[in-house]
């Protein structure tokens, strides 16, 4: 530790010098709060214009007491089985539903693990786009 550190932690009168105190000036890197990423469950869709009515039309499709049952139903199962339950899920239903599952559920694993299928698994992703579940790229 330098000597400067040391007097102000020895001593709490010590004043910091101004310069650390006094606030940053504005360079004009404010971001705009549209431009902030949004929330998973809040993703626009290309049919929906207003990401609100998008997040409340997903919330009212599936009430939080069904995915809570349904999480209920596959919490026994070993976690690759998991995984195959919320794959049939974005397929039967959609690619939401399966998210909120694996939200509600807390376990990072399992997230990382859905994450990696969308990504890494191209038959998954073409099922998927063939559904109409998620847009083609």
Do not use: C
Not at 33 to 61: F, H
Request: charge should be negative; avoid cysteine.
């Amino acid at each position: 530790m330098d000597e400067i550190s040391k007097e102000s932690i020895l001593n709490p009168e010590v004043e910091t010098a101004p310069e650390v105190l006094a606030p940053q000036e504005s360079v004009g890197t404010e971001i705009a709060p549209e431009s902030l990423p949004q929330e998973l469950g809040e993703t626009p869709s290309p049919n929906v214009s207003n990401q609100n009515d998008y997040a409340e039309e997903v919330a009212n499709t599936y009430p939080e007491e069904e995915i809570v049952q349904e999480i209920a139903d596959v919490d026994h199962l070993p976690q690759e089985e998991k995984l195959m339950h919320l794959k049939e899920v974005a397929q039967k239903d959609s690619l939401e539903k399966a998210i909120r599952m694996v939200k509600g559920m807390n376990d990072p694993w399992l997230e990382d693990k859905l994450h990696d299928e969308l990504i890494d698994d191209p038959d998954f992703r073409v099922k998927l786009e063939e559904l109409g579940k998620i847009e083609k790229l």
